[in-house]
C-alpha cells in the first residue's frame, strides 16, 4: 500500500492510495484458505477443494469484500498517519475502472478528501465579561410601544362613554300595570285623563307626569 499526500491546505488535506494487484491477490487468496475448510463442494471431501478452484468459482466475491476492506484500511491509514481530526466523515473518490480491479487486472487506486477541524484554545468562561447594549433596550420598547398603544386604546374608549350610573335621571315610562292601575283611579275618582291633563296644565305642570294617580312618583312632583 502506498499513500501520498497531493493536496495540503489549512483545513483540507487530499491523499492518494493504491494497492497494487499482486496485494489484492495476496489477500484474496489468505481469505479463501480461511474459508476453505468451510466449502463443501460436489466431486471434492469436505474442506479439500484447491484453492484454484475456489478462485473460479468465488474470486470475484471474496475480492469485492478485499477491495472494500483496503479502502477502509487506506483512508484510516492516512488520517491517523498524519494525526488529523476531520470535520466530517473522510471522501472516498476510486481512481480508474472498479470492475478491472475486481477482476484482478488492475491496481486499486482510490482519493481520499479530508475536512479538518481548525485548532483553537478553549478560554475561561469565569474571565470573560459582558456589556449591556441599550441600543437593543430601545429597540424592543420602539416594538412594544406600538403594541401597547393598540392594546389600551379600547379601554380609554370604553372609559370615555358614561355609563348608566352617570348619566343624569330622567323619568321612566310607567309600566303597563301602572298605567291600567292610573286609569282605574281616574275612572273611580271620575276624572278623565283629559280632565287630568288640564288641571295639570293649569298648575302648570306637564300633562304627562300626573301626580293625582296613585302608583306614579316623579321628581318633579315631589318637588311641588
Known sequence: MQISETLSQELHKQFTVTYPVSELEKRVTARLEEMKPRINLKG????KAPVSFLKKQFG???M???V???VTEGSQKAI???KLKPALQPRIEPVGSV???VEGKADLTFKVIVDLMPDFTVTDVTKLSVERSLLGI???IEVIAPLVYILEKPLAIRASIPSCSSRPRTCKRPSARSRSRTRRAAESCGKSRGACHSARRS???SPSRSSCFPGIRLRDARRQ
Open 99 to 101: 470492475e478491472e480491479v
Open 64 to 66: 469485492g469484500e478485499v
Open 68 to 70: 472494500e476492506a483496503a
Open 203 to 205: 298648575r302648570g305642570c
Open 138 to 140: 430601545v429597540r424592543v
Open 60 to 62: 470475484k466475491s471474496v
Open 80 to 82: 491517523s498517519d498524519n
Open 44 to 47: 471434492f471431501r469436505p474442506g
